[in-house]
């Protein structure tokens, strides 16, 4: 498959800071971060798939106690989840990268979290995304995702100032796709959201809570 990540991340480089300025509120990025924090014990290792700057989930599940572990295709990003997080472990790198066999290996997870980064990918890669975060969970572990519900795919929008290509989901849909990965969603939730910046319009955020089955 064709990666086309022209763009991508050179927006979030030059967004920096601002993206936190821009979401300020983020109820259920946290609640789903607490809902680890309460599932994990002390240590589990969990993979932040695009931390972004690292506020607030690899900042939470490092104060927790558990070994975070950070990517995300951002080199700006990446900086500052280590100013945030100075124990995590951060690194730039693509989730293609981290299917079987591919450029980088970094272990098995007793969770991962997903928040709005797999809406960056095309349709065509999501599925293909899940199953790799299904490679990288031990039997048992737990995923959280996050998705804005939207019938969209690698679709252009505005974003802080900057063009970024983004894919959804409706609500029905994301559970299938979801499941279809191997999945086992455990809880669900949404919010209707309206980002503090003019050019990002109100959005429904959904949650999904999962467990790769042993």
Known sequence: ???????????????????????????????????????????????????????????????????????????????????HVPTGVFHQVDIADLRPGGSRDLGRFDAVTAFFSLLMLPRAEIPLALRTIHHLLLPDGLFALSMVEADVDDFSIPFIGKTIRVSGYLREELREV????????????????????ADVPPEVQIFLRCRRPA
Request: aromatic residues 6%; proline residues 4%; negative net charge.
């Open 178 to 197: 979801v499941e279809a990965a191997g999945f086992e969603i455990v809880e669900e939730s949404s919010y209707t959201y309206a980002p503090a910046t």
């Open 1 to 83: 498959m064709r990666l086309d990540r022209t763009g991508q991340a050179e927006a979030f480089d030059a967004i920096g800071d601002e993206y936190d300025d821009a979401f300020p509120h983020k109820e259920g990025q946290v609640a789903s971060a607490e809902w680890l924090v309460r599932s994990l014990p002390g240590g589990s290792r969990v993979l932040d798939l695009g931390c972004g700057t690292g506020v607030p989930t690899a900042r939470r599940l490092a104060e927790a106690g558990l070994q975070v572990v950070g990517v995300d295709l951002s080199d700006r990003m990446i900086g500052l989840a280590r100013e």
